[in-house]
């Protein structure tokens, strides 16, 4: 049973759009939810988290829209550039520690 | 700060062979965790470690798999008697304390291949 299912898998987007990155989760109790950007060769790294008392986060180019009531988030990556081409994980975790649970992650690429 | 780093970066071993990865957190986080990815299984929480002290090692396999934390600089994962399917990139991370204010730090991973 996955307990953080993302959509789509993979993604490719023309620079200058904006990306949209879905996740949703079974476990209501999850209230902290970060994305991670993967590079190949490298270890995740945290690009922004939320949680569940918001329904908005921004950091410059990237949104995390949260629906709580539908266990649902998405994660947009405006006026997308070449460099942003990575995988994108999206994770669960209770407040209370920072065990995260991973989606299996979605694969974007970004077109000059 | 050189991040967390884990050695070595590629290590190959035979089927039944022991196979000992290492991880150096960053100085003056108090929380180890370990993860196994794979393209079929992504990203699988494995043990944490918080002050040297095991807390959760709820995802580690019950045979073969043991870590540990003698100090608060390193840690290892020891895998006995390596199968085909052990092969996966062993990523350890590093946080200054539990909660959602302290972020996980990965390292870049030691892929293990076994043949």
């Known amino acids: ?112 | 700060n050189a991040g967390v780093i884990q050695t070595p970066r590629h290590k190959v071993t035979g089927k039944g062979q022991e196979a000992t990865l290492w991880c150096e957190p960053i100085s003056g986080h108090s929380a180890v965790f370990w993860y196994r990815q794979t393209i079929v299984q992504g990203l699988e929480f494995l043990t944490y470690f918080r002050n040297q002290a095991p807390i959760d090692d709820s995802g580690m396999p019950k045979e073969r798999f043991s870590a540990q934390m003698p100090n608060q600089s390193h840690s290892t994962l020891k895998i006995q008697s390596t199968q085909p399917q052990d092969s996966a990139v062993y990523l350890c991370a590093s946080s200054p304390g539990l909660g959602f204010q302290n972020t996980l730090y990965f390292g870049a991973g030691t892929r293990l291949s076994v043949l």
Request: hydrophobic share 35%.
């Open chain 1, 1 to 112: 049973q996955q307990q953080v299912r993302q959509s789509p898998q993979s993604l490719t987007v023309w620079e200058g759009e904006t990306a949209i990155l879905n996740c949703s989760y079974e476990n209501s109790a999850f209230d902290y939810f970060p994305w991670y950007q993967q590079f190949p060769g490298e270890g995740p790294a945290l690009l922004i988290s939320i949680l569940s008392v918001s329904n908005k986060k921004e950091d410059g180019r990237f949104t995390i829209f949260f629906n709580k009531r539908e266990k649902k988030l998405s994660l947009h990556i405006a006026d997308s550039q070449p460099g942003d081409s990575a995988t994108y994980f999206c994770a669960v975790a209770t407040g209370g520690n920072n065990k995260l649970t991973f989606g299996q992650g979605t694969v974007l690429s970004v077109i000059p």
